[in-house]
């Protein structure tokens, strides 16, 4: 339809309180744009996603204890620029503004993490009451605002007291996880009812114990590795029960995963039957075994001499039942099928495959938000998941000061890439998918680990030296999807 057309319907439908009610009125013979399909379940949980080490910064305040994270960032040579996140976003004395942010984004809920060094600063022993009286603080601003609190315990800034005796390598680490999750959860369980253990296990455990990009930044054995994976797992499924058994309150527990994404090629049979495969394989470390209870035959077979040593209490404890999944999506791989041994192949990237400015691994899959979700539902009956993070690095650039919308950041690749990934999660739903909630990574740009502050993830822009907040027009954008529960 041109527009001038549309615009006289819309005109003879004055009374119409909104474009939005006039596109739900089935009676309209015109426009003959549905909206319908595009919209979300009642009650679905919009919200944003940050991390402690990558927003708080004060990273001395209140008996902080050092994290690896402090310890990597303040290695030369080892993030960007040797940037650290001794003050980065300073949400530790700027959480008011932030909070004020999230509700005027119109958000449900706020997916953050406690720093573990806060609340023990030597990761196990005496607690330290004013680490957590920071969350307090937040917390309560939170529920002022009727923002609905998303937890992790671990999102990868283990006190450096523990890894000074191993790390995860030691398997007293699952044990003194454990114990931080039930003191944190019977201090907070009041305040906070969804609690996700840990944060992405490959990205702290292959990425800072084998390839040493990540802290604390070691490139360990392979046998070493699979078995701190183990302690990993472990250490989760210890910790669902800690947090069980010390809630005070009904608590829904999970965990943030990024599953490692598996999307038919083609949606033909055989590819999605190789998709299945494909799926189960490349989480047998830590998703599969966490849904399934066992390793399996293959990933130990491969790994051989190096597989991981474990007993049968140790994989019940590791598949204790969880009240939701949560993934973090970002990007996905093709499979197509293949013949013997594995019957699948992940196909390579060719080198012209759309990316965001993260270049070496954030690739434009919408899919993703479709078949990660229906993957997991479906071979494990998990009933109910959170998209626990899902967002994109852009060459953000500021509007020069004299032109129009000045200082702004129009980010249309921020926008592209959310609304097709939004389009396709919607479709999923549609079809039955039990996905409850989607946490946009991130409300601020912020600290991007290694990548220091080269890496912008924000649909709000941080000028990190005056820690100015702009929004971005991806957060106008995500503000109108909120608003109207829809992809708009
Ligand atoms: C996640 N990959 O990390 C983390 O949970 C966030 O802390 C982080 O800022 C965000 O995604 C953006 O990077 C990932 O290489 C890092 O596939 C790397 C990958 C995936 C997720």
Redesign the pocket.
């Known amino acids: 339809m041109k527009r001038r057309s549309f615009l006289k319907s819309a005109a003879t439908l004055a009374a119409a309180p909104a474009l939005s009610s006039l596109f739900n009125t089935a009676a309209q013979s015109t426009p003959a744009i549905a909206t319908d399909p595009v919209r979300f379940p009642e009650g679905f949980i919009w919200g944003t996603a940050t991390?402690a080490y990558?927003v708080e910064g004060a990273v001395h305040a209140d008996g902080r204890g050092p994290s690896v994270w402090d310890t990597f960032s303040h290695t030369p040579g080892k993030t960007f620029h040797n940037e650290t996140a001794d003050v980065t976003d300073d949400d530790f004395h700027r959480y008011k503004q932030d909070v004020a942010l999230m509700k005027d984004l119109g958000v449900q809920g706020y997916r953050f993490s406690i720093a573990w060094p806060r609340v023990f600063p030597q990761g196990t022993g005496t607690p330290n009451p004013k680490g957590l009286d920071f969350y307090k603080r937040l917390l309560d601003e939170l529920h002022a605002a009727n923002i609905e609190p998303f937890c992790t315990l671990f999102?990868w800034d283990l006190p450096q007291a523990l890894q000074d005796k191993g790390g995860w390598t030691n398997p007293a680490i699952a044990h003194a996880f454990a114990d931080y999750a039930a003191y944190t959860v019977g201090q907070l369980s009041d305040r906070i009812s969804h609690w996700m253990t840990i944060?992405?296990f490959g990205?702290y455990i292959d990425a800072g114990y084998g390839e040493g990009v990540s802290a604390p930044g070691l490139r360990l054995p392979r046998a070493q590795v699979m078995q701190a994976r183990h302690y990993a797992v472990l250490g989760h499924g210890l910790a669902v029960q800690a947090i069980r058994a010390a809630a005070k309150n009904p608590v829904l527990v999970g965990l943030a995963h990024?599953a490692p994404g598996a999307m038919p090629a083609i949606n033909d049979p055989a590819h999605i039957r190789a998709t299945e495969i494909a799926f189960r394989e490349i989480n047998a470390q830590y998703l599969t075994v966490l849904m399934e209870g066992r390793y399996t035959d293959s990933y130990l077979r491969e790994l051989g001499a190096d597989a991981p040593h474990f007993t049968e209490e140790e994989l019940k404890i590791i598949s204790t039942p969880l009240d939701f999944v949560g993934i973090?999506i970002?990007?996905t791989n093709e499979v197509v099928p293949a013949d013997a041994p594995s019957g699948y192949l992940m196909v390579p990237r060719p080198a012209s495959y759309p990316h965001a400015a993260?270049r070496d691994?954030l690739f434009f899959n919408p899919q993703a938000t479709y078949w990660t979700p229906k993957l997991v539902s479906s071979l494990w009956g998990v009933k109910r998941i959170y998209i626990t993070?899902n967002?994109y690095s852009s060459d953000d650039v500021l509007r020069p000061g004299g032109s129009s919308q000045a200082g702004r950041v129009l980010d249309s690749d921020r926008i592209l890439y959310l609304r097709n990934y939004l389009a396709q999660l919607q479709r999923g739903i549609a079809e039955g998918v039990p996905v409850q909630g989607y946490f946009l990574?991130s409300l601020l740009d912020n600290y991007?680990?290694s990548s220091g502050f080269s890496k912008r993830?924000g649909i709000t822009y941080v000028d990190f030296k005056t820690e100015k907040r702009t929004p971005k027009l991806s957060y106008d954008f995500y503000k109108e999807v909120i608003r109207t529960n829809s992809v708009v």
């Open positions: 991390a990558q999102h944060n992405e990205s990024d973090n970002y990007t993260s691994w993070e967002g990574w991007e680990w993830f």
